[in-house]
């Protein structure tokens, strides 16, 4: 077995204020800008909320002991790992997950043909059972661990929550860094 890398509540704190903060920050603007019509920019909202959807599955109902050796997960930000119970992970979660693995994250049979009537993603759904648990882990979470802008932004009315939102920063999260010059070049010459 692979031990877990342990983090102080300082790196925890840094990490909280930054990875965490975006993954809640990207899930909730998802969904609060998520477009009606078919069209290509809806299925990249579709999957980009099943990946963050996953994601937050993920830390939220894996246990520090059966997490990898590199991940973080909700029991990480307690005094004693055992603090944190959200109960068992609700069927709807449950299935959300493996179907983000399957139908985003890898090309397989199970993906769901179109004209299947169960094909579409219940994003609000979601949405409102991943923010209960995201609320309920704030409430509870060690403050010398959890960064207070999570709490603010877990616990914040609707209009703050959304002041939040434009004021939020995607320059540094983990998968926006890139770098402009390189990518404007490579446009250009595939034109």
Known sequence: MVSRITLTDRQLLDYSGEHLLYELQIFQWIVNNFPTEASFQRSVF?????????NLIDFFYTSPLKAQGDDIVAGDFFNSPGEWNPGTIPTTL????????KEVSHITYKRKSAND???PWPVSDLFSEVNAVSRQFAA????NKLH????QFLTATKDTAIGFLKSASTLSSNSTVI?????STKLRSDR
Request: hydrophobic fraction near 40%; charged fraction near 25%.
């Open 46 to 54: 579709v999957e980009s909320f099943a990946v963050h959807l996953r």
């Open 94 to 101: 449950d299935s959300a997950r493996q179907r983000a693995n």
């Open 117 to 119: 009537t169960t094909k």
């Open 140 to 143: 509870e979470a060690s403050r």
């Open 148 to 151: 207070t802008s999570v709490v």
């Open 179 to 183: 770098d402009q010059a390189v990518l």
